[in-house]
């Protein structure tokens, strides 16, 4: 119905994407001024049937149209009314000759248009108009054949593609239901019978199932008002989802549970997969995108990137192209027209296994792995299991026979205390793969696998945890998985990329980017064409406001607009310019290579042994390597990616210091201060009276406001300073002298 798509323009606008559509080739604009929606295809894919509401086309309100696409150029004039002009008309659809239409009409009760409902405490209405009878046409605008003439709603009427059926939304059983009839209207059967709204049904190609929408109301002041609302004649459409179900009503299933509205959905030609429109992703005002999904509900794909609406998608019956209503390439406020494009398949390579993020972070992720310490037992093990991935898709190791990579460094056990420090010598590995596509550039994708170990290196966030597993999850199994599903898709698609790839996993980042440095240096003796280094870590907390930060977004000129044109429904970007950070990205930026780094931010578990597998958000890792994966196409056909210096965002380095203060801060961002996790005996903090969670604001004359500014203040402090710190205890500011150790 097109007062659908009303949902969205009465709910206000959001920023136009301009996305990577690779479904979608030679997009053409069918229609010009105008509400344009509802279009679907003739038999012989020659024509559409439409709904219009353009005062320009006499169509004062929902009228239906055709169009001949055998035209060369299209124009208002191109469209050719079918309905009478009078009342209000709904879901049009050719019947199995193609020349006759099928279509919902209130003009049999009124030749005026029926006034749509007006919102009611902030909740859209769609109208159920109960003089909604289903008419056939031909297509000089002829009605021939009057289907039904029962009190209520029929409407949403559509045939199957082997010509014997119709499926339509009735409420003469008392609720909005699916029901069917042959094709000259006899053997009425109800199909579905669940309370809500079942609607916008469509045949599969062999004509055997129904794909449709419908709400479920689940608690008695959902059903409450349901039920009042079916009274007035009017429905709220915000939480609907998939449903299928033979084309009898048996073997009923429920394809998403995405929230909030799923809709308009129609079989993909494999019947296999199902293409639909959907909001579900929306944080911040109301964007609907084009989704396809598998009909068992997995491998769920953004289809659609550009302008804030797009709905109605229809396959033609020769599978070649999809037609669908988009708000894009607007000339005037509250305009919707009717777009046809090329249908490409995407390559099944290249859609994203959940179930191999899943199996990756939740092997790196677990106890056996002891929390992955940089030279460990560990740590070799999960090399070797990242090996063994790279090798199960036949990658190349990018350095002689072995995708492992040896490195040595001398650690020190307290590097955070200079006084109360020994020497350890660490052997560890970098992995890394490489597939060479002859290309004249290469792009390096890396995430470092190692982790905390057991606090041996006492980096752990949380108080007394010696001995306990730090099982970093989201740092870094999270990111260690991306790399290995890009390194998946990059080498079993059929595609030959415009660059060559460098997988990289690191070891020794959490001892300060000792690995990708290593790494870094090879890399840039041996691969000069690398011109882009893209990070990944920690992107496995992704937050209801689907916040994702991207840092060295300064380092090229042509990294903003491409994150902005790839970017997820849904989410909201924060760039940071800085090529510098606390991961590895860094010793790229330091070989003047452009960097990008993907992070969704720290949280209560960072650098604690809480940090499991069971607290990862699978929706956000796909969707951020999906978005990785996007932008990385985009990088393999431009011409140049210029390298620029950034200035150093010393919030975000790690400076060195000298002295200890013994508190274990929280390394959440905060508003208001650093918030002190824990509090160490017998301690400079301890003994100046500074408690668990209290939150400190100031350190001698620095102000503090989260754990960088913290760290930048002890950088300039010496053993023995006695220093002001202040900060506030349930609200009340106080200042205690620290002498600092």
Known sequence: MLQNRIYLLFLGCVVSLFGQEHNLKNIQKLTFGGDNAEAYFSPDSQKLTLQVTNKGLGAECDQIFSLNLNEKTFSPQSLKRISNGQGRTTCSYFMPDGKHIIFASTHGAQKECPAPPKPRDGKYLWAIYPEFDLYIADLNGNIVKQLTNTPGYDAEAVVSPDGKKIAFTSTRSGDLELWTMDIDGSNLKQITFGLGYDGGSFFSHDSKKLVFRASRPKTEAEVSEYKALLQENVVAPTEMELYTCNADGSNLKQITRLGKANWAPFFHPSDQKIIFSSNHHATRGYDFQLYMINTDGTQLRQVTFESEFNAFPMFSPNGKKLVFSSNRQQEAARETNVFIADWVDTDPAESIDESLLQKHITYLASDAMNGRLVGSKEELKAAEYLESQFKKWKLKPYQGKSFLIPFEYTYKSNPKDSLHSQEVKIKAHNVVAY???????????????????????GNS??????????NGADDNASGVAGVLELARMVSQNKTTEKANYIFALFSGEEDGLIGSKALADIIKAQTPNVVTMINMDMIGRLNASKDLIIGGTGTSPEFPKIIEKNKPAGFHVTLEESGTGPTDHTSFYLKDIPVLNFFTGTHSDYHKPSDDADKINYYGVKNIVEYVFRITQ???????????KTKVNAGKTRPKYKVTMGIMPDYTEHPDGLHVDGVTDNRPAQKAGIQEGDVITKIGTLPIKDVYGYMEALAKINPGDEVEVVFSRNGVSQTAKVKFE
């Open 435 to 457: 597939i060479d596509n002859k290309a004249a550039k290469t792009i390096v994708i890396g995430a470092h696998y190692d982790h905390l170990g057991r606090n041996e290196h």
């Open 461 to 470: 966030t949380q108080m007394n945890s010696q001995g306990q597993i730090h």
């Open 634 to 644: 985009a990088l393999e056909v431009m011409e140049q990616i210029p390298f620029t």
